[in-house]
């Protein structure tokens, strides 16, 4: 009787802790209209939109990007100052278009831990973005010269 009263409250914890998790880095990104879903192969490389309005002329805006399974991803400014906390071996790459409100990122030779949710929200901008990545296998990539399968 004992043990499936402590089976059930360990169920119930563990439940809770897991949402709670979850929830957290989701939080900052839970009003988003902007909602994108990719779907390419692994290896390859893939582009995370992020156009943002920006609603300063402030050249310090700070911009973050994080993943859903592990934190903050890098931190930028409007000014295109960059600060990454999880460079992912040197495979994330941003674009100088900051100042016009392009916060795009690339992953380079996409990995299974690079998968899932990423948002990327600005302190001072009116809305955020949510890119979802996924792996199929069965995607097509092109390049300048060929396609493969």
């Not at 943002?52 to 050249?59: G, P, V």
């Not at 934190?71 to 460079?87: V, Y």
């Not at 071996?89 to 900051?98: T, Y």
Request: glycine share 6%.
């Amino acid at each position: 009787m004992w043990l499936d009263k402590m089976e059930y409250w360990t169920f119930w914890i563990v439940l809770y802790c897991s949402l709670a998790s979850s929830q957290g880095v989701r939080s900052h990104c839970e009003n988003c209209v902007k909602y994108v879903t990719l779907s390419t192969q692994l290896n390859s490389e893939v582009i995370l939109p992020c156009l943002l309005e920006l609603a300063t002329s402030d050249d310090h805006m700070n911009v973050v990007w994080t993943q859903s399974s592990s934190g903050a991803l890098l931190e930028m400014t409007q000014a295109g100052h960059i600060n990454f906390n999880d460079p992912r071996e040197g495979r994330v790459k941003v674009f100088p278009n900051n100042g016009i409100g392009n916060f795009s990122i690339r992953i380079d030779q996409l990995q299974n831990s690079d998968l899932g949710e990423y948002c990327c929200k600005g302190a001072n901008a009116s809305a955020c973005s949510v890119v979802e990545v996924s792996s199929d296998d069965s995607a097509i990539l092109c390049s300048v010269f060929s396609c493969t399968l």
